[in-house]
């Protein structure tokens, strides 16, 4: 279902008081999800649960397969198709489904497979928090800071939440499948603050594309960018806790 925002403005306009005021502290911390506090398992562990409930895994045994798997999804991505049917994708679930289907039967060993492929993508543990989100997500909460998500995604990542446990730990979650919307658009920015009761000027959204995740600073947050890297320990979002303090 896709919810109107009536009840949000489009854009933050602080009052000239609030100008001239000092900067308010945190009061709450907004999250993107993909590769800052989530990340998809490894590709070798969904290519096997791939194989595996398709008869397939046969094929992963031969020497180099993996990695031929790999090559051939790179190549495929770059396709002028495939990247038409990428554009919008997070708006619905539908499109996502689309969009992974038209990518997909582009590879050798996941064309016909591509329903098993869905599903294991969007399964509750394909889907793993990064060694220091629960630690950072509760030292968020015993400071008293209210948590919330602000994704694009084209389902409902609060399975994924809920399966490490970790939904008690987040407040609200904003995502562009159920609004409509994509980030940058400030109207999910500014719900995310609604929801939570935040003054946008005394939230932080913490992200890893300048671009859609940097769009909050266009509506009064403050915004931290992390390194668009392909992390396999730690994501480094200590570096938030010293930014609320």
Request: glycine share 8%.
């Amino acid at each position: 279902m896709i919810h109107t925002l009536f009840e949000t403005p489009s854009a933050y306009r602080p009052s000239d008081a609030e100008m001239a005021a000092p900067v308010p502290p945190v009061q709450a911390v907004l999250f993107d999800f993909s590769n800052t506090i989530f990340q998809m398992t490894d590709l070798r562990t969904w290519l096997h649960r791939v194989g595996a409930a398709c008869d397939r895994l046969a094929l992963l045994d031969e020497p180099g397969a993996v990695a031929g798997i790999s090559d051939q999804l790179r190549a495929a991505f770059r396709l002028p198709s495939v990247v038409g049917l990428q554009e919008g994708r997070d708006l619905s679930s539908d499109r996502h489904r689309r969009a992974m289907r038209g990518w997909w039967e582009q590879v050798d060993f996941l064309r016909g497979a591509e329903e098993a492929a869905y599903r294991e993508l969007t399964a509750p543990d394909a889907w793993v928090p990064y060694p220091d989100t629960e630690p950072v997500l509760r030292a968020l909460r015993e400071r008293g800071l209210r948590i919330g998500i602000v994704s694009d995604f084209a389902w409902d990542l609060r399975t994924h939440l809920a399966h490490h446990g970790l939904e008690a730990l987040v407040d609200t979650c904003v995502i562009s499948y159920e609004q409509g919307r994509e980030k940058p658009d400030p109207q999910l920015f500014l719900k995310a603050c609604a929801d939570l009761g935040a003054d946008p000027r005394a939230t932080l959204m913490v992200g890893d594309n300048p671009v859609r995740d940097g769009g909050a600073a266009a509506c009064g947050l403050r915004t931290y960018i992390l390194p668009a890297e392909n992390r396999t320990g730690e994501r480094g979002l200590a570096d938030v806790l010293r930014l609320v303090t």
